[in-house]
């Protein structure tokens, strides 16, 4: 009996899964290496069409900027680790998505990383919370509080207003404008 070949499977995986025409044909252009990973990683995940696609999108703009193939983006220790982890299937695809979108946008994700860490600086109180703007797109930050009672809010407000001096604050804007 012969070995079943990766364009079996996706053409399995695809008819079970309904996937369009359009879509397995792509997958199927691809190079075996790059349709196995590809396979093996829409079984593993049990990935729905659009979720595929979005992976296949992200990780054939990262092998074009970096001039390698599918499998080796996806044979990153970032990706190789996150995909280690005994996580559940729909917490496995959103660290799979973060780390693919932070090898995609490697700027992007140095500018978060530099935030997170301005803000942590900041040490403030866990009831008080930093929002930076989703995908650093905008300078608004929000700021939210919360307190179990009257005084609890006033000592976080405290904190906040002693933390609102500090030289990080600026960066952070400073940042916010100067990010990718």
């Known amino acids: 009996m012969a070995e079943r070949t990766s364009a079996d499977g996706i053409r399995a995986l695809a008819a079970a899964r309904?996937?369009?025409?359009?879509?397995?044909?792509r997958w199927l252009r691809l190079a075996e290496t790059d349709?196995?990973?590809?396979?093996?990683l829409a079984e593993r995940l049990r990935l729905g069409e659009?979720?595929?696609?979005?992976l296949l999108d992200w990780s054939e703009e990262i092998a074009v900027?970096?001039?390698c193939s599918i499998a080796d983006v996806w044979r990153r220790e970032s990706l190789a680790s996150v995909l280690a982890r005994?996580?559940?299937?729909?917490?496995?695809i959103a660290a799979v998505k973060l780390t693919?979108?932070?090898?995609?946008?490697?700027?992007?994700?140095?500018?978060?990383?530099r935030l997170a860490e301005l803000i942590r600086q900041l040490k403030l109180p866990r009831a008080i919370q930093v929002h930076l703007p989703e995908h650093l797109e905008g300078?608004?930050?929000?700021?939210?509080?919360?307190?179990?009672?009257?005084?609890?809010?006033r000592d976080h407000a405290a904190a906040?207003?002693?933390?609102?001096?500090?030289?990080?604050?600026?960066?952070?804007?400073?940042?916010?404008?100067?990010?990718?």
């Open 18 to 25: 309904r996937f369009s025409e359009a879509t397995v044909e």
């Open 35 to 40: 349709r196995a990973v590809l396979l093996r």
């Open 50 to 54: 659009n979720q595929l696609r979005d």
């Open 65 to 67: 900027r970096e001039r």
């Open 86 to 92: 005994p996580l559940g299937r729909n917490q496995m």
């Open 100 to 113: 693919l979108r932070a090898l995609r946008f490697p700027q992007l994700a140095a500018a978060e990383a």
């Open 139 to 153: 300078n608004d930050v929000r700021i939210e509080l919360t307190g179990r009672s009257a005084a609890a809010l």
């Open 160 to 180: 906040l207003q002693r933390a609102l001096s500090a030289p990080q604050v600026d960066e952070i804007f400073r940042a916010l404008e100067e990010s990718p």
